[in-house]
């Protein structure tokens, strides 16, 4: 195995299990996120909770297709996806550095992403290198 391909591997196993931890502990409906939702969007505990298992879902679906797959758009979605969950932490009050050590829940998925090539055209987002 080259070095770019055993690099992916690593990034892709990486992602998947980012993705997969974080969707397992979506889909348990861990009180602190649904503490965060709420206070993001002001919604109740229970809408919060419903709001969390669904995207528990979608961590989960993109857990495995980066692992099987990994389509250049869903990495996109991986990367803004990683930021954002990394920002939250501040914008509820935890400290920044909680932001600064979750770097990686956007950072490998971006080297992913980039290590298959930037799409040249609309399509190209829609396939896996």
């Keep these: ?3 770019t391909k055993f690099i992916e591997w ?3 196993i990486a992602v998947a299990g980012e993705f997969m931890g974080h969707g397992v502990f979506a889909l348990q409906g861990k009180a602190q996120w649904i503490s965060w939702i709420g206070k993001m969007i002001g919604t109740a505990p229970e809408t919060a ?4 298992f669904v ?3 979608m961590d989960l679906a993109v857990a495995l297709i980066v692992l099987v797959k990994p389509i250049r758009i869903i990495l996109l979605w991986a990367t803004l996806w990683g930021f954002w969950t990394a920002l939250v932490r501040p914008l509820v009050g935890e ?3 909680d932001f600064v050590e979750r ?3 956007w950072g490998a998925p971006l080297a992913l992403l980039l290590l298959q090539g930037w799409p040249q055209s609309a399509k190209e987002w829609f396939k896996a290198r």
């Design 95 to 97: 400290p920044i550095w």
């Design 55 to 57: 995207v528990g879902l």
């Design 103 to 105: 770097w990686v829940n």
């Design 10 to 12: 690593v990034l892709k």
């Design 49 to 52: 909770a419903q709001i969390l």
């Design 1 to 3: 195995m080259n070095n």
